[in-house]
């Protein structure tokens, strides 16, 4: 008995000291999700159709009704886009982007009731034509010798085989001192235009 007594006294103790080792635990770290990439977006405020997004390199316009998009520079994210139905005119309509401006004596493009919003003006237009329209206007333009129709002649005008949308971009002839700093050029404008159907 004696035996068996220190048999199980050694095995007891050779248990006890293995458990007081040194035992190795897995520390390892769950894995976090990846950041998932914030887009803020900002309403139109004026035209239902748009959407608009803030990517790195500047405010994205979205027109889904007539399946376009531009990209403004940073700094413009207060714009407002005013859609003016256009008739008795070859053009569908015109979009104007207007900025906030602390000069009162200009007012931002009119909407389809002739209503201007006070404190803007406009930065730049969006003709748009269906391909009919445009076409006429352009007859028109040549016949008459329009040299304000020059945005609209084929080369100017922005247009996409099977779309049946083309598009012109005008500038207006003045803007307040205050938002000449953020001016955009037409060609910069035509660049960033992009269509999405």
Do not use: H
């Amino acid at each position: 008995m004696k035996k068996v007594l220190a048999i199980s006294s050694v095995l007891l103790g050779v248990v006890f000291l293995a458990g007081c080792g040194q035992q190795t635990v897995s520390q390892a770290q769950p894995k976090t999700p990846a950041p998932v990439a914030q887009t803020p977006t900002q309403p139109v405020a004026t035209q239902p159709a748009p959407a608009e997004t803030q990517p790195a390199q500047g405010v994205v316009y979205l027109n889904t009704q007539y399946g376009f998009q531009l990209t403004l520079p940073r700094g413009w994210e207060s714009y407002k886009a005013v859609f003016s139905k256009q008739t008795g005119v070859n053009r569908l309509g015109i979009i104007s982007i207007d900025m906030p401006t602390s000069d009162k004596t200009f007012l931002g493009y009119p909407d389809s009731t002739g209503k201007s919003l006070a404190g803007y003006s406009s930065m730049f237009l969006v003709q748009i034509y269906d391909t009919k329209g445009y076409n006429a206007e352009v007859a028109r333009c040549k016949k008459e010798n329009d040299p304000d129709c020059n945005v609209t002649l084929p080369g100017n005008a922005i247009q996409k085989e099977g779309n049946n949308y083309v598009f012109a971009i005008s500038m207006p002839q003045a803007l307040p001192a205050d938002l000449q700093k953020i001016e955009m050029g037409a060609d910069v404008i035509k660049n960033s235009f992009k269509f999405t159907k």
